[in-house]
Every structure is written in structure tokens, then in C-alpha cells.
T-cell receptor, first 115, second 108 residues
Framework: EPEVTQTPSHQVTQMGQEVILRCVPISNHLYFYWYRQILGQKVEFLVSFYNNEISEKSEIFDDQFSVERPDGSNFTLKIRSTKLEDSAMYFC?????????????FGSGTRLTVV | GIQVEQSPPDLILQEGANSTLRCNFSDSVNNLQWFHQNPWGQLINLFYIPSGTKQNGRLSATTVATERYSLLYISSSQTTDSGVYFCAVSTSGSRLTFGEGTQLTVNP
């Protein structure tokens, strides 16, 4: 079964540093997403991406965050100048179409710890 | 935005028991998914079920879209079923909105 692959599985970074979280969506999927889950809380939407541009973003997704599909296979989330409160599990997801009949497929997540 | 409420928030079972988890949502949806978050934090997709009934082994789910709720049934529970179960919905193909989850603990 096709998978969404995320790397690294765990990243520790110092406050103020930039991090890039990487995702390889399922190859024939067209819509890509990032979600975040702070420890002990529910999963929250960050951003959706289609046709090489952001299609929707939440209030959480401020200027500190950016997304990119640099090479047609990878989908990245960049967090500039990380803060302690950015510590969370970050999930990438993809879907074949906006009105999907199959649901969204999630990756295994990257656990980001900011110290 | 759409509201998603899950109940109960916590559930403790003995191995072998059956359980029902509920998800209520506040608007019409075109996507509803149930996920299991395992102890390693991974989100495992259990069902895509915007309406109707589906079964997969000991798990089954029913969504009554007209009444805006979904149920997840776990039969003959095992310790490996422990974790958090999330319901997530979307309207018009937009972002998924997750509920707060049900923390399930199955004791041997």
C-alpha cells in the first residue's frame, strides 16, 4: 500500500534555529497538507498545497512557516527561528483530489523538540 | 468552522470487552475518517466513512450523515488496541478538523 514518508522521525533543535521537515507524498496525489499536534492535544491543520501554491492556511501558519515542493516529489515545511512552543508532532498528508473518495493518507510524523 | 465532539474522552476496558466510540459533528461533511494514534504517535487510518457502514476485522464504523454522528465499534478488544482514537471531518473538500480524541486503555 502506498505510503507518505516523513523524515526525520525526530529532530531536536535549539531555539532560534531554522528547521526543515521533509515529506514524500504518494506519487499520484495532487493535494498536500501539513498538520501539527502539540503533546496531549488534538491534531490541527496548518496548510494545504496544490498546483505549487498554498490553497488554504490556518491562523497558526504565520510568517514563521513556509512550504515548498522543490523537486516534484518532496514537500517541505520550513520553520524559521523556532520557538519553544513549536515543539510538536508534525504530520504530512496527501490526497489524490480535493473531494477525495479515499480520504487523506498521513505520514508517520516528525517529532520536533525545541530546546 | 465545523465542530467535532468525541465521547467518551477516556475509556478503560478489560481485554475481550466490546466498546463504542462516538463522534458528533456540527455540519454536513463530505469526508469523515477514524484514526488510531498508537503509542509512537503514528496516525493509522482506520476508516474513510462519510456515510454508511464499514467493517474491517474486529473494527466497524457507521456514519449517519443526516443525523451528524459516527460510531466506531471495537469488538473483543486487545491490549494493542490501546491508544487515542480520533475522528476527523471535512466539508467541501477543505481542511480536516479533528476531534479531541478518545483515550482507550485495554488492560490484560
Amino acid at each position: 500500500e502506498p505510503e507518505v514518508t516523513q523524515t526525520p522521525s525526530h529532530q531536536v533543535t535549539q531555539m532560534g534555529q531554522e528547521v526543515i521537515l521533509r515529506c514524500v507524498p504518494i506519487s499520484n496525489h495532487l493535494y498536500f497538507y501539513w498538520y501539527r499536534q502539540i503533546l496531549g492535544q488534538k491534531v490541527e491543520f496548518l496548510v494545504s498545497f496544490y498546483n505549487n501554491e498554498i490553497s488554504e492556511k490556518s491562523e497558526i501558519f504565520d510568517d514563521q512557516f513556509s512550504v515548498e515542493r522543490p523537486d516534484g516529489s518532496n514537500f517541505t515545511l520550513k520553520i524559521r527561528s523556532t520557538k519553544l512552543e513549536d515543539s510538536a508532532m508534525y504530520f504530512c498528508a496527501s490526497s489524490p483530489q480535493r473531494r477525495t473518495n479515499y480520504g487523506y493518507t498521513f505520514g508517520s510524523g516528525t517529532r520536533l523538540t525545541v530546546v | 468552522g465545523i465542530q467535532v465532539e468525541q465521547s467518551p474522552p477516556d475509556l478503560i476496558l478489560q481485554e475481550g470487552a466490546n466498546s463504542t466510540l462516538r463522534c458528533n459533528f456540527s455540519d454536513s461533511v463530505n469526508n469523515l475518517q477514524w484514526f488510531h494514534q498508537n503509542p509512537w504517535g503514528q496516525l493509522i487510518n482506520l476508516f474513510y466513512i462519510p456515510s454508511g457502514t464499514k467493517q474491517n476485522g474486529r473494527l466497524s464504523a457507521t456514519t449517519v450523515a443526516t443525523e451528524r454522528y459516527s460510531l466506531l465499534y471495537i469488538s473483543s478488544s486487545q491490549t494493542t488496541d490501546s491508544g487515542v482514537y480520533f475522528c476527523a471531518v471535512s466539508t467541501s473538500g477543505s481542511r480536516l478538523t479533528f476531534g479531541e480524541g478518545t483515550q482507550l486503555t485495554v488492560n490484560p
